[in-house]
């Protein structure tokens, strides 16, 4: 692989593991139930429990934040550390932040519609408003950690995430920074839960306490999820991954785009990112097979960071490196219902 | 790479703006001097203020799959691509980088806090689908058959050329053979309401720059740039409209809403796109302002532009067009870079409308009063944003 690619050197989540840095304790989860609304009866989904943000990160404020805002600097704070960054040795104007999101900071969207259907659109919270913006948890993260390098959100249907890490590597390879804090995620509240119910998107296993292995519906998720990039050579702390050269689109021959991007490499894994997809337990439900060829061991989705929609692919990544399938050429695959594909070559540390 | 992979053109630019349907409206708007801000009433009887709305267009004729922000994308995407010859296959293969804050915010009711479940039952589900900002970028890719890598950015009033830099980032890549990069954004209750809270508004036609600014107006509209490698534009004999000679990012990291008072992040952006651009302080002859009225904004962007072209000569030219149609927000950064090109390719630098007292600066040659004709071979857009986010784009003619 080409060792200009830049390097995974941190990892941090706050997932429904639980807030932590670097790899996880990737057992299989099963949904909670949900609480924080009133529901016409069992509604499970793969929830984040309640914590005290500046319990983990010491003097972190996050009263007035979204909890995406708040979990985003949780996280970023994690990997970082995770990383060995010491911020202050670096010119932090070179520092960037790229967040991937499907719904952004909807908490706080619901409550200026609840404040609007209260009051009327002229009585409306003021401080409520700046922090419904879809880029106010990363910079949230910038202002924390006073990083004034490109400071980008984008949202991409079933692949922010992956676009989010290629387009971060971008940045590093033209010199437009000289490290990257790629973050995905989404909070899951009653609008968007609920909307995923009236459209006939969920599994069975919302509905009951049964196994989460159905292969029909999904079952909503939320985290964030933060990885720390850096130009080969120069990280500090031993390096996860190396990220070599990727493709995504929205439609498309994703077999020869796999065949273009792998060249003559040989494949060890599959990491499959089954964003949006049905959840499933088995590789044989998820059509990632039919790209490589038979002796290329396959990380299947996993219905926690499926859950995650277009914001799970960095979860599908830390689950199948807590995994630790061991050293060698891997490929984190993406496809959508759509006919969309996102894949993207590392070599696993 | 050579060279003309390296190098970025304009070959199409779009637009839906409160001038008309298409660029050609915008930029006959704009050279005749034209203000399309209007009283707010006409739209939202119960707000007292000025906006900027585009009439007549688009109808809901496709029902609410599409939000309005969605429809301004795909109309301002199609008058980027009608005059492309020989584009192919390319086009179907492009890359779009869509930017938008409001995105389909514009389709939902208040009345959905009061209960999610029954408020999908009574029809809002298909309209909440359209929610999500990447739908914009989707929106765009669904009705031109492009079949390439597509994002939406959402940094609040940056985005839109955020979104030109991305894109231009895509083709540096080589992950497609022509991107599509712009922004769109609707007026709607949500962000009028939003940044009346702020008391961030001016009920008036706004007057960015001038000591008696009181705030900003908000617009609506879209347009989109077609970008692709000089050597992929040579190929196919296109017409280059412009180089995208350099770009960049940066943050302020200083406050969740307010803009740093010296403007230093919006400084360093502008030397980095400079530096990019290998252009020197001297060369650019027009600066397309983020303009946005507010007492804050305008005072930190002046501070800005007094660091970043320290050593010129003769004081930069400035304006804010914002003046003639309101702030589009996710729009404005792509809208105010067609309008940049137009002034490059009209030889036509505009005024701030409606600034008779400008912020003191000896540096900066405040445009206004009438349209001031010169040659401009290198102009540049800056944007900046809620979060702290700066973004600015240098553009040269092209020289055959």
């Known amino acids: ?349 | 790479m050579t060279d003309a992979q390296k190098t970025i053109v304009v070959t199409g630019i779009g637009a839906v703006s409160p001038y008309g349907p298409n660029l050609s409206s915008l930029q006959a708007g704009m050279l005749a001097g034209q203000c399309a801000l209007h009283p707010a009433t006409e739209l939202y009887p119960s707000f007292q203020g000025t906006v900027a709305a585009v009439s007549a267009w688009p109808s809901h004729a496709e029902g609410h799959r599409y939000s309005r922000t969605d429809r301004l994308a795909m109309a301002a995407a199609r008058d980027a691509v009608a005059g492309l010859d020989g584009s192919g296959s390319a086009l179907r293969e492009s890359g779009i980088v869509m930017a938008s804050t409001v995105a389909g915010l514009s389709e939902i009711d208040a009345e959905i806090s009061r209960g999610p479940a029954a408020w999908y039952r009574q029809g809002g589900l298909s309209r909440a689908a359209s929610y999500p900002v990447s739908r914009v970028a989707a929106s765009v890719g669904e009705h031109l058959g492009i079949e390439g890598p597509a994002c939406a950015v959402s940094v609040a009033c940056a985005s839109g050329a955020m979104a030109i830099a991305l894109g231009a980032n895509l083709l540096l890549d080589q992950a497609a053979p022509m991107v599509l990069a712009g922004g769109s954004d609707a007026l709607c209750p949500f962000t009028l309401s939003g940044f009346n809270s702020l008391q961030a508004l001016d009920t008036e036609p706004c007057r960015p720059f001038d000591q008696n600014r009181k705030g900003l107006n908000i617009g609506e509209g879209a347009a989109v740039l077609v970008l692709e490698t000089l050597a992929n534009a040579a190929r196919r004999g296109a017409r280059i409209l412009a180089v995208l000679r350099g770009w960049a990012m940066t943050n302020d990291a200083f406050h969740p809403t307010a803009p740093h008072k010296d403007g230093a992040g919006l400084a360093s952006c502008i030397q980095r796109a400079l530096e990019m651009a290998e252009c020197g302080v001297e060369e650019v002859g027009y600066v397309n302002a983020h303009g946005t009225g507010t007492p804050l904004n305008d005072v930190a962007e002046a501070n800005a532009y007094q660091s970043a072209f320290r050593g010129r000569s003769r004081p930069i030219p400035v304006s804010s067009t914002k003046s003639y149609f309101g702030h589009c927000l996710g729009a404005a950064g792509a809208l105010e870079a067609a309008i940049t090109i137009t002034a490059m390719q009209n030889s036509a630098l505009f005024p701030t409308l409606r600034l008779t007292d400008p912020i003191e600066s000896a540096d900066i040659d405040w445009l206004r009063g009438e349209l001031r004709r010169q040659p401009l071979p290198v102009a540049m857009s800056v944007s900046a944003g809620f979060g702290g986010s700066n973004a600015a784009l240098v553009f040269g003619s092209h020289r055959i």
């Open chain 1, 1 to 349: 692989m080409n060792t200009t690619w830049p390097v995974l050197t941190g990892i941090g989540s706050v997932t429904p593991y639980g807030p932590l840095a670097g790899l996880i304790p990737a057992e299989l989860l099963e949904p909670g139930t949900i609480t924080a609304w009133t529901t016409p009866g069992l509604r499970r989904a793969f929830l984040v429990e309640p914590f005290r943000p500046a319990a983990v990160v010491p003097g972190l404020k996050t009263r007035r934040l979204d909890r995406l805002s708040a979990w985003a600097l949780v996280a970023s704070s994690l990997a970082l550390q995770d990383a060995g960054v010491d911020l202050n040795l670096i010119d932090r104007s070179s520092i960037a932040v790229f967040f991937a999101t499907g719904f952004g900071c909807v908490e706080l969207t619901e409550a200026f519609f609840q404040s609007a259907a209260a009051n009327g659109w002229a009585g409306t919270d003021p401080i409520t408003f700046p922090e419904t913006l879809g880029n106010a948890p990363a910079s949230h993260v910038a202002l924390f950690h006073d990083l004034r390098g490109p400071n980008v959100t984008i949202s991409s249907k079933s692949f922010a995430a992956e676009s989010a890490l290629l387009q971060a590597a971008s940045l590093l390879r033209h010199g437009q920074a000289d490290l990257a804090v790629v973050l995905a995620g989404d909070t899951l509240t009653q609008a968007v839960y609920e909307w995923y119910e009236a459209a006939h998107l969920l599994a069975p296993a919302c509905f009951s306490n049964e196994p989460t292995f159905s292969a029909d519906g999904f079952i909503p998720g939320e985290g964030v999820v933060a990885m720390v990039l850096e130009p080969a050579g120069r990280q500090t702390a031993r390096s996860y991954a190396a990220l070599g050269a990727g493709r995504w689109a929205a439609d498309g021959d994703a077999r020869a785009a796999v065949r273009q991007l792998l060249g003559d490499a040989r494949l060890d894994f599959v990491i499959c990112a089954g964003n949006g997809a049905p959840c499933s337990s088995t590789a044989e439900a998820y059509p990632a097979r039919d790209l490589v060829g038979e002796d290329t061991a396959i990380y299947p989705a996993q219905a926690a960071a499926a859950g995650m929609g277009e914001a799970g692919a960095l979860l599908h990544l830390l689950l199948a490196l807590s995994k630790r399938p061991g050293q060698g050429q891997a490929l984190l695959l993406g496809r959508s219902a759509h006919g969309g594909y996102a894949a993207l070559r590392l070599e696993l540390f």
